[in-house]
């Protein structure tokens, strides 16, 4: 890390420290996309009920749009204590050591909102969440962004449409994988710098849900969507444990069921946002969107399902087949 910036990570781990002692408890909360996005709303929802939960004690200074870290920045900064709160993508957790959290990006393994909850609110995800505590984290819950389609400046009906195309990927290694397996070029890349990537050719595509790709003007730069809804990108809330574990008891309680009301208004708006996202998209008439066919999308899932057992030594073979049983989910029957 560069000298400048660990005094700036520093120097936030030390100004936290100040507040709490000063009997004042400011959380920042840190993220990477704008602030009209699902995560964004839902972030600054949480700031709304956390705020009135706690009766003024809390603070909480939401920073969007990579204000003060960037994708590759926040998860360091946050483990040092220079914020207090962030909900990074769930392809974050392989780099930090925690790999298990990567079976959110294998392919095709949640077909829809019903199956995924089972996972994220239930036994499966709680245990998930208990994991990232060796790394100085405190796991709150999941938040939906939603389902990914992929862009790109041509027609993406089958999976030879793929062959060639460098598409732009978060840093994960099932994600990787899941490209190759459509015989294209993962380009790994920070999400603030897409949009300029894809206007001027670094990359001729990428994988979003539409909300990202509508409120980062992605569409105004690429010609052909598909909706595969292949992918899922969600997010974990966390805190840094030293500063949860810091805060009165009375506090942490209001924080949780602010949290819990939080992920409820998170998850509704995600949906809707993508919805609504998807018609701004086709009512701008920029890019051309593709339903997949039945058969189409048979052909996509037969290509990427194959990425789960490449991916199985990483991940962890039991928890695959435990989502699989939760989700009634058998890749026999493809």
Request: charged share 25%.
């Amino acid at each position: 890390m560069k000298l400048s910036k660990l005094l700036v990570l520093l120097l936030g781990m030390t100004l936290s420290g100040a507040t709490l002692a000063a009997g004042e408890i400011v959380i920042k909360f840190s993220h990477v996309v704008a602030v009209d996005t699902p995560k964004g709303k839902a972030a600054e929802y949480f700031k709304k009920v956390a705020e009135e939960k706690t009766h003024g004690k809390v603070k909480v200074e939401v920073y969007p749009n990579s204000q003060l870290y960037k994708d590759k920045e926040e998860m360091e900064a946050l483990q040092l204590g220079a914020v207090q709160m962030l909900a990074p993508s769930l392809a974050k957790f392989g780099p930090l050591g925690v790999k298990e959290f990567e079976v959110f990006d294998l392919p095709y393994i949640f077909d829809n909102y019903e199956e995924l909850h089972k996972v994220t609110q239930g036994p499966i995800g709680q245990s998930l969440l208990k994991k990232v505590e060796s790394k100085g984290l405190y796991g709150l819950a999941f938040w939906d962004n939603g389902f990914k389609s992929f862009s790109a400046n041509k027609f993406l009906k089958m999976p030879a449409d793929y062959r060639g195309l460098k598409m732009r990927i978060q840093s994960s290694k099932v994600l990787e994988e899941e490209i190759r397996a459509l015989g294209g070029l993962p380009q790994v890349m920070a999400f603030s710098e897409v949009y300029q990537a894809l206007q001027t050719g670094v990359v001729d595509g990428t994988e979003n849900p539409p909300s990202n790709m509508y409120t980062q003007k992605m569409h105004e730069v690429q010609s052909h969507m598909s909706v595969t809804d292949h992918g899922y990108l969600g997010y974990a809330v966390l805190v840094n444990k030293k500063f949860w574990d810091s805060l009165p008891a009375d506090v942490r309680k209001s924080l949780d069921e602010a949290m819990k009301e939080a992920t409820v208004f998170a998850n509704k708006i995600a949906k809707e946002e993508n919805d609504h996202s998807l018609e701004q998209i086709r009512k701008s008439g920029k890019t051309q969107i593709h339903q997949l066919t039945k058969e189409e999308r048979i052909a996509l899932k037969k290509a990427l399902v194959p990425v789960h057992q490449k991916m199985e030594s990483r991940i962890g073979a039991d928890l695959i087949k435990s989502i699989y049983k939760e989700t009634g989910f058998d890749p026999n029957q493809l």
